[in-house]
T-cell receptor, first 113, second 112 residues
Framework: DVKVTQSSRYLVKRTGEKVFLECVQD?????MFWYRQDPGLGLRLIYF???????EKGDIPEGYSVSREKKERFSLILESASTNQTSMYLC????????????FGPGTRLTVT | KQEVTQIPAALSVPEGENLVLNCSFT??????LQWFRQDPGKGLTSLLL?????REQTSGRLNASLDKSSGRSTLYIAASQPGDSATYLC???????????FGKGTRLHILP
């Protein structure tokens, strides 16, 4: 079974703090994704990565950066957290071939106060 | 720009009934369509993936169909149970960039 894990289920941070959200997958998937999910807005893609050290902007990259130093790990970084970044953050991975399923982690509920 | 719509946003049905959830998309140039389940406060669990060349996929009490030309997919749930209560999302994988576009989901409540 594919397993995607996220470092925290719940996180509370203060405005202006630097926040790291970690995602690890154990199936040697090439593609990894970060989404945020908000009521009424659904899932929105922040960043994705096809391979180590590669990254592509999604639909809402402003205020975020990412790091992929190892194939199994994809980190989302909030350089200076703001209250409008309070959200559920979901990581996903899949193989590079298009006709393959996307597997999600359990999510991190981030609250910025 | 691809848009994925799920109607209704919420649905309540008595236990034991068969039901259909709908998903529509505006751009038919998709690789595949995937149905997910999400329990409150949790991540997404993949239910079924239909490739663009397929018409349907089945898993247990679930059956998903795809009509690519008309931009529609349905998820059929047979003999619904209270444990089926969750939000169901559909998502399409586009031909370019391997990006996946999600609908906003249908929140399903099965009444015991």
């Amino acid at each position: 079974d594919v397993k995607v894990t996220q470092s925290s289920r719940y996180l509370v941070k203060r405005t202006g703090e630097k926040v790291f959200l970690e995602c690890v997958q154990d199936m040697d998937h090439e593609n990894m994704f970060w989404y945020r999910q908000d009521p009424g807005l659904g899932l929105r893609l922040i960043y994705f990565s096809y391979d180590v050290k590669m990254k592509e902007k999604g639909d809402i990259p402003e205020g975020y950066s990412v790091s992929r130093e190892k194939k199994e790990r994809f980190s989302l970084i909030l350089e200076s957290a703001s209250t409008n970044q309070t959200s559920m953050y979901l990581c996903a991975s899949k193989r590079l071939i298009p006709n393959d399923e996307q597997y999600f982690g359990p999510g991190t509920r981030l609250t910025v106060t | 720009k691809q848009e994925v719509t799920q109607i209704p946003a919420a649905l309540s049905v008595p236990e034991g009934e068969n039901l259909v959830l709908n998903c529509s998309f505006t751009d038919s140039a998709i690789y595949n369509l995937q149905w997910f389940r999400q329990d409150p406060g949790k991540g997404l669990t993949s239910l079924l993936l239909i490739q663009s060349s397929q018409r349907e996929q089945t898993s247990g009490r679930l059956n998903a169909s795809l009509d690519k030309s008309s931009g529609r997919s349905t998820l059929y749930i047979a003999a619904s149970q209270p444990g089926d209560s969750a939000t169901y999302l559909c998502a399409v994988n586009m031909n370019r960039d391997d990006k996946i576009i999600f609908g906003k989901g249908t929140r399903l409540h099965i009444l015991p």
